[in-house]
C-alpha cells in the first residue's frame, strides 16, 4: 500500500541544539499531520498542514516548533531549541484529498528522538 | 475536549480464542468517525477499520466493530485470534467527517497471542 518515509528512524541531540525531522508522504496525498508519542503513552496530535498553511495545532506544539513543506519536497517538523521533554517518537502521517477519504491517515514508522 | 479510553492495556491469548478489545470516548460532537489503527512492531501504524455510522457492524481482515453512540463505544472483535494479530492496536476519535481533523488517540492495548 501507500507509504510515507520518515528520515531519520533515530535522532539524538543535545538540549538547545536544532533538529529537522523530515517525512516523505504518499504522493498524491494533500493533508500532513506530526503526531507525537512519549514511551508508554498514546500518540498525540501535534500539527496539520494543506495548501501550505498550518490548519490546527494542539497546545503541544510550542513556539519552538515549525512545520514546512517547500515546493512539494520533504515536510518537515523542526524544533528549535530543543527541550529534554521533546523526547519522543514523531509520526508524520499524510491522507488523501477530499471526503471520507481525507480522514484516512497513511503513517509512517516514526523518527525517535532523544534530546540529551 | 475529545477523549478515548481503552481498559486494557495488554491482552494475552490462546491462539483460535476469540478478542475483543474495549473502546469508549467522549466528546461533544453527534457525528464522531472512530477509527482502529494497528501497530505491528517495526511497522507503521496503519488503518484496520473506521466508522461513523450508529449500529452498523464494520468488518476487515476478520475483525469487526460496531458504533454505539448511545453507549459510546467502539469495540474491537475477532472470532479466532491468529499469531499474526500480535501488535498494538489503537482506538481513535475524529470530531469532524470529510475534513482532515486531528484524531484522538487512546492510550493503546498491547495484544499477544500465544501457540
Known amino acids: 500500500g501507500p507509504k510515507v518515509l520518515q528520515i531519520p528512524s533515530h535522532q539524538i541531540i543535545d538540549m538547545g541544539q536544532m533538529v529537522t525531522l523530515n517525512c516523505d508522504p504518499v504522493?498524491?496525498?494533500?493533508?500532513f499531520y506530526w503526531y507525537k508519542q512519549i514511551l508508554g503513552q498514546q500518540m498525540e496530535f501535534l500539527v496539520n498542514?494543506?495548501?501550505?498553511?498550518?490548519?490546527?495545532k494542539s497546545k503541544l506544539f510550542k513556539d519552538q516548533f515549525s512545520v514546512e513543506r517547500p515546493d512539494g519536497s520533504y515536510f518537515t517538523l523542526k524544533i528549535q531549541p530543543t527541550a529534554l521533554e521533546d523526547s519522543a517518537v514523531y509520526f508524520c502521517?499524510?491522507?488523501?484529498?477530499?471526503?471520507?477519504?481525507?480522514?484516512?491517515?497513511?503513517f509512517g514508522s516514526g523518527t525517535r528522538l532523544t534530546v540529551l | 475536549g475529545d477523549s478515548v479510553t481503552q481498559t486494557e492495556g495488554l491482552v494475552t491469548l490462546t491462539e483460535g480464542l476469540p478478542v475483543m478489545l474495549n473502546c469508549t470516548y467522549q466528546?461533544?460532537?453527534?457525528?464522531?468517525?472512530l477509527f482502529w489503527y494497528v501497530h505491528y512492531l517495526n511497522e507503521s501504524p496503519r488503518l484496520l477499520l473506521k466508522?461513523?455510522?450508529?449500529?452498523k457492524r464494520t468488518e476487515h481482515q476478520g475483525f469487526h466493530a460496531t458504533l454505539h453512540k448511545s453507549s459510546s463505544s467502539f469495540h474491537l472483535q475477532k472470532s479466532s485470534a491468529q499469531l499474526s494479530d500480535s501488535a498494538l492496536y489503537y482506538c481513535?476519535?475524529?470530531?469532524?467527517?470529510?475534513?482532515?481533523?486531528?484524531?484522538?488517540f487512546g492510550s493503546g492495548t498491547k495484544v499477544i497471542v500465544l501457540p
Open positions: 466528546t461533544i460532537y453527534s457525528n464522531p468517525f
Open positions: 466508522s461513523s455510522t450508529d449500529n
Open positions: 504522493s498524491n496525498h494533500l493533508y
Open positions: 502521517a499524510s491522507s488523501p484529498p477530499g471526503g471520507r477519504s481525507a480522514e484516512t491517515l497513511y
Open positions: 481513535a476519535l475524529s470530531d469532524q467527517t470529510g475534513f482532515a481533523s486531528a484524531l484522538t
Open positions: 498542514f494543506y495548501n501550505g498553511k498550518v490548519m490546527e
